[in-house]
């Protein structure tokens, strides 16, 4: 399995970004794909993961209401929708997969990673 999360960028706060995630591999509703982020200096952590065979979300809860995750299982792509950013959302952000088990943390249970693409929000 292969990951790529691409569409990362500079955005204002209260604006809007998507990054994506490509995910080579099996057919996509054979994973559960998850978004994390890590800031300088911190811990990498959980945004939000999708189960990709029933569409069961979790979130994590700073991101409630702003940030949305979805998939086309058609197209092999996961998306992040991130809506009214913070200053504090700013990060490098990550997809990860996992065959087994539900769509939730913790991010030692995910076992494919891509790179990360960078989201700067300018307050």
């Known amino acids: 399995v292969q990951l790529q999360a691409s569409g990362g960028g500079l955005v204002q706060a209260g604006g809007s970004l998507r990054p994506s995630c490509a995910v080579s591999?099996?057919?996509?509703?054979?994973?559960?794909v998850g978004w994390f982020r890590q800031a300088p200096g911190k811990e990498r952590e959980f945004v939000a993961a999708?189960?990709?065979?029933?569409?069961?979300?979790y979130y994590e809860d700073s991101v409630k209401g702003r940030f949305t995750i979805s998939r086309d299982n058609t197209k092999k792509m996961v998306y992040l929708q991130m809506n009214s950013p913070k200053a504090e959302d700013t990060a490098i952000y990550y997809c990860?997969?996992?065959?087994?088990?539900?769509?939730?943390?913790?991010?030692?249970?995910?076992?494919?990673w891509g790179q990360g693409t960078q989201v700067t929000v300018s307050s």
């Open positions: 999708i189960s990709c065979s029933t569409g069961f979300t």
């Open positions: 591999g099996r057919t996509l509703s054979s994973y559960a």
């Open positions: 990860a997969a996992k065959v087994s088990g539900p769509a939730v943390p913790p991010t030692t249970s995910y076992d494919y």
